[in-house]
């Protein structure tokens, strides 16, 4: 629960940077995260209420099952002790964006990014702007966050083909503590949506809310 109380402090220094501040939830939340750019931040806006949902079934987790957005640069963004980004298209974080989320990420705060298809080139971009001294690196199958509670051996499930390639996980460190979990050619979010919306199988929709689960139980026990 570190990280949650790191981001319940930073909340309480926001008050004075902004002038004011959004009064953090005693539930778990997640912030979508609104950017600029052009691309579909917003797609898909029954994942995270989905996996909010299945997560509290497996656990005692006391969750807030909603889509709540957050734009990069508000200083709600320290609400939220998980961040989850998505899209298909072009991201563009403005320099108050970058300053902000890397307060963020800084003071304990965690950023889940899948590539839903067509955002790898631009948040490598723009993550390189928060971070301009490091490389996402690939995360080892060893790591905790594919362990616990579900096991995932080989990495992140393949939930949808896009170019039929081996699905990756990488991180980005701030003193070897994984700020960034980012999946490609994984798309787990896909799987964690209504089931009529990408008709995926019982089975694959099964799989990626079990892996999107170890993703917040790694994020919320780190």
Request: no cysteine; glycine share 8%; hydrophobic share 35%.
């Amino acid at each position: 629960m570190r990280a949650l109380v790191l981001i319940v402090l930073v909340a309480a220094l926001t008050a004075d940077m902004y002038g004011q501040a959004q009064k953090p939830s005693s539930a778990f939340r997640i912030g979508r995260v609104k950017y600029a750019g052009g691309g579909d931040w917003y797609n898909d806006p029954s994942a995270e209420v989905n996996l909010l949902r299945f997560a509290q079934r497996q656990s005692s987790l006391d969750a807030e099952a909603a889509y709540n957005a957050v734009e990069v640069g508000s200083e709600q963004l320290f609400s939220y002790p998980f961040l989850f980004l998505t899209g298909h298209g072009n991201i563009s974080f403005s320099e108050r964006d970058v300053k902000n989320l890397r307060t963020y990420l800084d003071n304990g705060g965690f950023l889940y990014a899948d590539d839903d298809y067509g955002m790898d080139r631009s948040f490598r971009r723009e993550m390189k702007k928060v971070f301009p001294d490091q490389e996402f690196v690939e995360v080892p199958f060893s790591h905790r966050l594919y362990q616990v509670p579900f096991g995932f051996p080989g990495g992140p499930p393949k939930t949808h083909a896009h170019d039929e390639k081996p699905p990756k996980g990488y991180g980005l460190f701030v003193e070897r503590r994984m700020v960034v979990f980012y999946t490609v050619e994984s798309n787990p979010s896909d799987g964690w949506a209504d089931p009529e919306v990408h008709g995926d199988a019982p089975e694959k929709r099964e799989e990626a809310l079990r892996f999107g689960t170890n993703i917040l139980v790694w994020a919320l026990t780190r």
